[in-house]
């Protein structure tokens, strides 16, 4: 499968200039500007996605798991003689799912961040109780998921061909990946192959996923640990661009930060009486605000952290310090800065969907998503 690993490198450098039609969205060079050029780096990907500045670090990271990623355990059309409609029922279930309900591709987004930071992506964050032990699904960060039923939707048609082959964990993946697209985010190849775990782990959900109030270098921290740079980091959070945040994660910035009385005064005051007014006085659990209403995918959340209009605290923390040069470069304005989180996310998200995969004999195929074999 060498043709397959190489063709892959290449398409990740690709990927960024396609929208979701599947037409390049890449302008002509001007040549008297080096942030547009497309020569070869010394890394092998285009100068393109380093042009904010010179970083051998971050350059070198990107490069080195794109290479990873095509030669480790999962494959580019891993189900191609096992059941080669795979992708297009996923494809096309999601599609249908989105057209009935937009809000399905930040829900998908979401579950698989959660099941990804948590032992890597193996569907163990679909799975109920099992003989009464706490699932992920009971864990604090957990308790707002959504897209289960989605997920459940493409497994059962999935399955109606080819009976326990694809796993739940490629599904996810897959979906999120596809229902991205449909909400205007970048296509990006998806690797398959993952296995599902056989057990889930609560105390881990409970204690690791990023917390909304976490402050700059927690929230550094805890992406560092899962092998995410900063660039990296400040791109996968552009992902909260679309969908909505519910007000129990933010209403303590409203009313009483750090028992202090008075709003977060790092907040944009006029945005802090307009969430006010939306989330309302109470707990604000079934209420929620987004960073735009029409929940597309793009760069306007760094716009509005610029402003001082994140909506989480570990979101304005993204201006507190060494960040702030990522969210500055992806809330440029014109289509220079909508092409580089473009890039960026894309490149995050196959890093993302790599973690931890469980491949080989290792783990099961669940044949429904929510219970083992």
Same mark, same amino acid.
């Given at each position: 499968m060498r043709w397959a690993a190489a063709a892959f490198v290449v398409f990740l450098v690709a990927l960024s200039f396609v929208g979701p039609s599947g037409r390049s969205t890449q302008k002509k060079p001007n040549p008297s500007s080096s942030t547009t050029t497309n020569a070869s780096s010394s890394s092998g990907l285009p100068k393109f996605l380093f042009r904010f500045q010179e970083d051998e =670090? !971050?350059?070198?990271?990107?490069?080195?798991w794109s290479a990873a990623a095509a030669a480790g355990p999962l494959e580019y059309d891993f189900y191609r !003689?096992?059941?080669?409609?795979? =992708? !297009?029922?996923? #494809?096309?279930?999601?599609?249908?799912l989105y057209s009935q309900n937009a809000s399905v591709a930040p829900a998908l987004l979401r579950l698989l961040f959660h099941d990804c930071f948590i032992r890597g992506c193996d569907a163990s964050v679909l799975l109920d109780r099992i003989n009464g032990s706490s699932? !992920?699904?009971?864990?604090?960060?957990n308790h707002t998921l959504r897209g289960f039923d989605a997920v459940d939707a493409i497994k059962a048609r999935v399955e109606a061909v080819c009976p326990a082959t694809v796993s739940c964990a490629d599904i996810l993946v897959l979906a999120t990946r596809d229902g991205l697209v449909l909400a205007g985010g970048p296509f990006y190849p998806v690797l398959t192959g993952r296995r599902d775990s056989e057990r889930s782990f609560f105390d881990e959900a409970q204690l690791q996923i990023p917390a909304p109030d976490d402050n700059y270098p927690q929230t550094l921290a805890n992406f560092a640990s899962r092998g995410f740079t900063e660039r990296e980091t400040v791109s996968l959070l552009g992902a909260h661009s679309i969908g909505k945040l519910h007000c129990r994660f933010f209403r303590h910035r409203l009313y009483n930060f750090s028992g202090t009385g008075e709003p977060d005064g790092s907040m944009d005051v006029e945005m802090a009486a307009e969430m006010r007014a939306a989330c309302g006085a109470g707990d604000g659990a079934a209420a929620a605000v987004g960073y735009q209403p029409e929940g597309r995918f793009g760069n306007h959340y760094y716009g509005r952290l610029l402003e001082g209009r994140g909506i989480l605290h570990a979101d304005q923390q993204l201006t507190a310090g060494?960040?702030? #040069?990522?969210v500055q470069a992806y809330a440029a304005e014109g289509d220079s800065g909508l092409w580089a989180f473009r890039a960026d996310f894309a490149h995050a998200m196959v890093k993302l969907?790599?973690?931890?995969?469980?491949?080989?004999?290792q783990g099961q195929i669940r044949t429904r998503c929510s219970q083992p074999v």
């Open positions: =670090e !971050e350059a070198s990271s990107y490069s080195s !003689e096992k059941c080669p409609q795979a =992708e !297009e029922i996923v #494809r096309s279930t999601t599609t249908q699932s !992920e699904k009971d864990a604090a960060p060494r960040t702030v #040069r990522w969907s790599g973690l931890g995969p469980l491949s080989g004999s």
